[in-house]
């Protein structure tokens, strides 16, 4: 089955999946649920449920903790929410902690709790969100009345617990008989880590209130969804995991990008994205397509724009530009409840969104799901695929990328299928997360001897805290006299609290507020910042107020930043000695700086140019990291080599391989070189390092160090079985080196290697260049077929090209012939004679020097007739 959208671009797609439709598991209502619930349910519609729910159901009575996984809309809420509500109309003081990972999800969840409260009442349930948002009233009234409280992993953090004797609080932990994850496998990696220990705070608490309140916890597929939640909570739980609910048939297309004339560099799944998305629009699709950086958001959002608003064949009163919207972190939550609002009400027809929209917001009946990349894992890509197809057969496309895995999906699409997604890896043992809980926790409550159940290295956290003045000995019960609410000293999700506001200086409206990683690396001095696919100028980024400001601009490119990484080492903890190299792990200060910017231009992605930046802009990470030495006669012949950096090639490769040995993704490890000199000054060393990207390490490049030897190996033969020519990104990261060199100076790291090979001469940037399908000197005889094309491209000023009717060519100059005088000084205005030069260069083959200039063509001019009528109108 083709989509018609994909019809002209069916030689894109290599392979397809179809998974069949599955029909629904129904059940009678359990035998001990309340009959006033079950009446509920029959007046809602609800005749029997899914065997899942029942089962939920039926193990949650028996005081079991419990962790359901079944797929995207299949009524996983429900499941939960019955044995809580079940238990609410028995004993109407029962209290609950519905927890989700964002505002958004826990706001579009609260919509399914409403009508339990408008049938049974509010002196029966009642129900409140609980987050950075909530009015100060409103969270009295949570505090004192509500049945169900909804909140995040923040607000446990910095609000629930350190306050859990006040406003309150403590009514609530007393009567705690529920506490409910939604979403639980994004609890992986740092975040899952603090959760973790969150988790061991809430059981102290509970304990001292003498409440133990049962676990019921939901996932999408995850390969340890139950490992995940007792390892979270240190607690059994029962694993609900045969899915009851209908699955509407699914296409999955592969979609692999073309090259680039006769080159071998391929377009970005982005430029594809962007290609496909408005025939979509105008076929009235609804759809999400899923990019993986903030960035490249914005960049398909502006030239899906940009196209749609060159679409000629439609009313001219319906604005297409319109049926489109982005969703990403860094949007305000009145323009994301906006979105999402807009998407239920078929407003719009579809967004462009990051991974934020992988979660389970209800955003109405989805057609096709577009990944522009493979996310990094098959348990996020599956979640994205699920959100298309809820209630009729879907489609979903994923557009490689030219990374290793994408392309190893390419020649091997039953990877997504055939074996198993992959495990949340987490680390709540990590002393630098555990060391900020643990002095939470002692703010919290006095820490005993039975703490040391919890924390693992509390005996050695103590004395350091007891030296630091932040901890006093009571007769071996340790108190906190240290500052007030430690809890907000450290961050769950690895963001910097140093938070800036990017500014409009036109009206002085805050457009958004970004951490201060991000805003290095998004709103530097002159960058190109989007937001919702409207560009600004960053004027000035203050560093001492925090505030970056901007104004409008309409420019042909947008920009990314370049980083220069260096590293000291702070302790080694362990190496080991292999054949020429040395592997070494310990813990190390990784400083990176933001040094500079590239220009790319939009719909053709040519580099425009690269600027420095001024500013010292720079951010430090403590943490742990493995690194390989560099064998001296390999260092010396890539040393030879400056005008591209072959350390990048060995970083990639060796990066590439822990990542698939640690099963970590592009958030947990990153990699760098760097040098050393040894004691008598005059010898250096060179060497690659990967690192955890979290302070204190997370245990990722731990792990790697025990298979050292092997992830060297299986960069050897990631280099060596690529199957591009000369290099690529997918195995040495960048299509400027030449893989011969990469693929020998590993093997040198394994053993005594032959002279150098001799490496292909490559240019110093990809130009990557549209076919060229006319000639300038053909133009003034094709121009009504060029017109065409453009609007087979949905290309830019359509609109004007459409109203000059014939054109000439002299030498290298294109004359537009146009009636008015007015549109030579408009056309030759500067910034849309480049804009009309680029189109015309985009396509048609000319020399360097090209230009475009406008004739007058004699016509009666009415600016006489029009001033009497202004005259008459104003009058």
């Known amino acids: 089955m083709y989509l018609k959208e994909i019809e002209s671009f069916k030689n894109r797609i290599i392979s397809e999946i179809s998974i069949d439709e599955r029909c629904a598991s129904y059940v009678d209502f359990p035998e001990n649920i309340s009959d006033e619930l079950k009446e509920f349910l029959i007046k809602r519609g609800f005749t029997k449920l899914y065997s899942h729910q029942r089962e939920m159901f039926e193990h949650s009575k028996q005081g079991e903790n419990v962790i359901i996984t079944t797929q995207t809309a299949s009524g996983k809420t429900l499941s939960f929410l019955l044995p809580v509500i079940d238990e609410i109309l028995k004993d109407n003081k029962t209290r609950a902690i519905f927890v989700y990972p964002t505002k958004a999800l826990a706001n579009d969840q609260f919509r399914n709790i409403l009508p339990f409260i408008e049938h049974f009442g509010e002196d029966r349930i009642q129900a409140g969100i609980y987050d950075g948002d909530t009015p100060p009233n409103e969270r009295t009234r949570i505090r004192k009345t509500a049945n169900i409280i909804l909140t995040n992993p923040e607000m446990l953090n910095s609000a629930f617990l350190p306050n859990h004797s006040l406003y309150g609080f403590n009514h609530v932990f007393s009567k705690l008989k529920f506490f409910v994850v939604d979403e639980l496998h994004v609890y992986r990696g740092a975040f899952g880590s603090h959760m973790a220990n969150i988790i061991r705070r809430l059981k102290r608490v509970c304990k001292y209130y003498r409440s133990n309140p049962q676990y ?201 299928l055939k074996t198993g997604v992959e495990n949340a890896v987490l680390d709540k043992n990590n002393l630098f997360i555990q060391l900020a809980h643990v002095r939470a926790a002692a703010a919290e409550l006095p820490l005993t001897l039975d703490d040391a159940e919890l924390f693992p290295d509390i005996a050695e956290i103590i004395p350091v805290l007891l030296k630091a003045g932040e901890l006093k000995n009571d007769g071996g019960i340790f108190t906190w006299i240290g500052k007030e609410h430690p809890a907000g000293d450290f961050s769950l999700r690895n963001i910097s609290r140093d938070i800036y506001k990017v500014i409009n200086k036109v009206n002085g409206e805050m457009l958004t507020e970004m951490d201060e990683y991000q805003a290095f690396h998004e709103v530097y001095e002159k960058a190109i910042y989007m937001h919702d ?46 054949a020429r190299t040395t592997a070494t792990f310990g ?238 000084e408009w056309v030759m205005d500067t910034l849309n004679k480049v804009k009309i030069e680029n189109i015309i260069k985009r396509y048609v083959e000319v020399k360097d020097n090209f230009s475009i200039d406008v004739n007058i063509k004699k016509s009666e001019s009415k600016i006489d007739k029009i001033i009497r009528r202004y005259d008459d109108l104003i009058r």
Not at 339 to 353: F, H, P, Q, S, T
Not at 554 to 569: H, Q, S
Not at 670 to 677: E, L
Not at 773 to 795: A, C, V
Request: glycine share 6%; charged share 30%.
């Open 216 to 416: 019921l916890f939901s996932s999408a597929t995850i390969a340890n969804p139950k490992e995940l939640a007792e390892t979270l909570t240190a607690e059994e739980f029962y694993h609900v995991k045969k899915d009851g609910s209908p699955s509407h048939k699914k296409h999955i297309y592969i979609w692999q990008p073309p090259y680039v004339r006769d080159s071998e560099y391929r377009k970005t799944p982005e430029e594809e994205a962007a290609e496909i998305i408005p025939d979509m629009i105008q076929n009235g699709r609804r759809f999400i397509t899923f990019c993986k950086s903030r960035r490249e958001v914005e960049v398909v959002l502006k030239e899906t724009r940009d196209k749609l608003a060159n679409v000629e064949d439609i009313p001219s009163l319906l604005d297409l530009t319109d049926k489109i919207a982005g969703y990403r972190g860094g949007y305000k939550k009145e323009e994301r409840k906006d979105i999402e609002k807009r998407l239920v009400k078929e407003e719009i027809n579809g967004v462009i969104a990051t991974n934020a929209l992988e979660l389970g917001i209800d955003i109405g009946d989805i057609d096709i799901v577009i990944c522009s990349g493979f996310p990094g894992t098959k348990a996020s890509f599956w979640q994205q695929v699920g959100r298309a197809g809820r209630r009729k057969e879907a489609v979903g496309i994923l557009i490689l990328d030219v990374g290793p895995i994408d392309q190893y999906i390419a020649v091997n699409s039953e990877f997504l």
């Open 533 to 578: 696919g409207v560009q600004y100028m960053v004027e000035k980024l203050d560093l001492v107020n925090r505030i970056a400001t901007v104004f409008p601009i309409e420019v042909n490119y947008f920009t990314v930043p370049f980083t220069d990484t260096m590293v000291n080492i702070i302790k080694e903890f362990k190496n080991i000695n292999f």
């Open 587 to 824: 813990d190390v200060l990784i400083k990176e700086a933001v040094v500079a910017y590239k220009m790319i231009q939009f719909h053709n992605r040519q580099n425009l140019g690269f600027e420095s930046i001024k500013d010292n802009l720079f951010t430090t990470l403590e943490t742990e990291g493995l690194w390989y030495l560099i064998p001296n006669d390999v260092d010396d012949v890539l040393n030879l080599y400056t005008e591209f950096n072959y350390y990048n090639g060995i970083k990639h490769s060796l990066l590439t391989a822990a990542r698939i040995r640690t099963m970590a993704t592009a958030e947990d490890i990153g990699a760098t070189m760097f040098n050393t000199v040894e004691k008598d000054g005059e010898i250096k060393r060179a060497y690659v390092i990967l690192y955890d990207l979290y302070p204190g390490g997370l245990g990722f490049t731990e792990k790697a160090f025990d298979f050292a030897k092997e992830i060297l190996v299986d960069a050897i033969n990631l280099v060596r079985n690529c199957k591009c020519k000369d290099g690529c990104p997918a195995c040495v990261g960048d299509y400027h080196l030449d893989k011969k060199m990469v693929l020998w100076a590993l093997e040198g790291m394994m053993k005594q290697v032959e002279e150098s090979p001799k490496i292909t001469k490559k240019v110093e940037e990809v130009v990557v260049e549209e076919s060229k399908y006319f000639k300038l000197e053909e133009l003034q005889f094709k121009w009504n077929d060029y017109r065409n094309f453009l609007k087979s491209r949905s290309e830019s000023f359509l609109g004007f090209f459409n109203i000059v009717d014939e054109v000439e060519v002299r030498g290298n100059v294109l004359i537009l012939n146009v009636e008015s005088a007015f549109f030579r």
